[in-house]
């Protein structure tokens, strides 16, 4: 009798009943999701929308909750999506007109089609331009998967050692005599070398604060093999080194901003084919593998491409801090949910565009700093905030 009752059925839709009367709306949906199997799919992100509502968890209600959750987020998505798209055009259009010679946005367009300062805007300023959204929303989208998939909002490219490991490759082998693309390669190869060694060092699963720290003893070591490389080099190499310290979109040219583009658009496409294995990571890592999820093997591939877009980003622009670290934070507290991935990618993009535009046109006096060093100071108190909230709410009674 106990048997059966144990595998009583929840109405006429065939679903074993969840024992224990506190059964969250996501437990009910997982069970329904196993029961149905191929015939019935459902998408994930579904299941994890079905963990916030409220109130009845079978029949019509939930099944009109869901839709309206769909539809809000669908709208709102394209609102901030919108709003960021007219921002980023805006800081585009400053960029290209702000300058020595100051051009007005008819004369810019003008130039974008052939005619008038074509040099000054196509030439000089365009370039640099790209590779700021470029770099920018490679970063902010590897640090907003990178966030999402370990679970921790201070996991991000800068923080865990991969751009240190990118640095301190290109440090070590411009003081080996190399030049060019070797030195982007050797980046390339630091920052997923360090991945791996944080991948390694972290233990099964590969989430939390252990990811943290192991990637914060990883970017001190990075460190500390960047600053025996410069020990190592010559004068000159040395200053070639500076660039691998505080990160700069300066120097623009346009086999860079391919380079990045073709990666970022990869990345792209593999994210939006593994859209439902990532968005199972939502879940903890047992219903995951209920609903016929992988959560390790798809963190380790998501972990993989962040890597390679931060290298990428880091081989052409050097180490611009923060920007991987802020864009996943800001584009989450946008969306309200989920790891907004194309949100941070636009955000990242503005930020350094912004930034950029901060370095050469907002600083009093002659100094031009690199956009690095602005990143850097507007990053740090973002990085305060998050270390003061999280303390908040672990002193917050439950």
Same mark, same amino acid.
């Given at each position: ?90 800081? +585009? ?28 805007? /196509? ?70 070398? +360090?991945?791996?060694?944080?991948? /390694? ?29 410069? /020990? ?80 990428? +980003? ?30 941070? +990618? ?53």
């Amino acid at each position: 009798m106990g048997a059966d009752a144990a595998r009583s059925t929840d109405g006429a839709a065939g679903r074993p009943a969840v024992r224990g009367g506190g059964a969250s709306a996501a437990d009910t949906v997982a069970a329904d999701v196993r029961v149905a199997g191929p015939a019935r799919p459902r998408a994930v992100e579904d299941v994890a929308m079905a963990a916030g509502v409220e109130g009845a968890t079978t029949g019509r209600t939930t099944v009109d909750d869901l839709a309206r959750l769909r539809a809000h987020d669908r709208r709102r998505a394209t609102v901030v999506l919108g709003a960021l798209g007219v921002l980023l055009a805006g800081l +585009a259009l400053a960029a290209l007109s702000l300058g020595a010679v100051p051009l007005t946005p008819a004369q810019v367009v003008a130039a974008l089609g052939g005619e008038g300062s074509t040099f000054v805007v /196509t030439g000089l300023r365009l370039p640099r331009l790209a590779l700021a959204v470029a770099v920018g929303a490679s970063l902010g989208l590897s640090g907003a998967l990178l966030q999402s998939v370990v679970r921790n909002p201070l996991a991000s490219p800068d923080i865990v050692g991969l751009t240190g490991g990118a640095s301190a490759a290109a440090v070590l082998a411009i003081a080996a005599g190399a030049t060019g693309v070797a030195v982007d390669g050797a980046a390339l190869v630091g920052a997923v070398g +360090a991945s791996v060694l944080v991948f /390694t060092l972290s233990g099964r699963g590969v989430t939390g604060t252990r990811f943290v720290v192991v990637g914060v003893a990883v970017a001190f070591l990075a460190q500390g093999v960047l600053g025996y490389g410069l /020990t190592r080099a010559s004068l000159s190499e040395a200053e070639q080194a500076f660039f691998w310290l505080v990160g700069s979109v300066g120097s623009a040219p346009w086999g860079d901003v391919a380079r990045v583009a073709v990666v970022l658009a990869g990345a792209a496409a593999v994210l939006a084919v593994g859209r439902r294995p990532l968005a199972a990571l939502a879940l903890d890592d047992d219903t995951a593998r209920a609903i016929g999820g992988r959560p390790v093997a798809t963190r380790v591939g998501a972990i993989l491409v962040s890597s390679v877009l931060a290298a990428v +980003a880091v081989a052409v622009a050097g180490p611009v801090a923060f920007v991987g670290f802020v864009s996943g934070p800001i584009a989450r507290r946008l969306r309200g949910h989920g790891p907004a991935l194309a949100t941070a +990618a636009l955000v990242g993009a503005a930020v350094v565009v912004g930034a950029d535009l901060l370095a050469q046109h907002g600083v009093p006096g002659t100094l031009r700093p690199p956009v690095g060093i602005v990143t850097g100071a507007l990053g740090a108190p973002v990085l305060v905030w998050l270390l003061v909230r999280g303390e908040r709410r672990k002193e917050s009674p439950a």
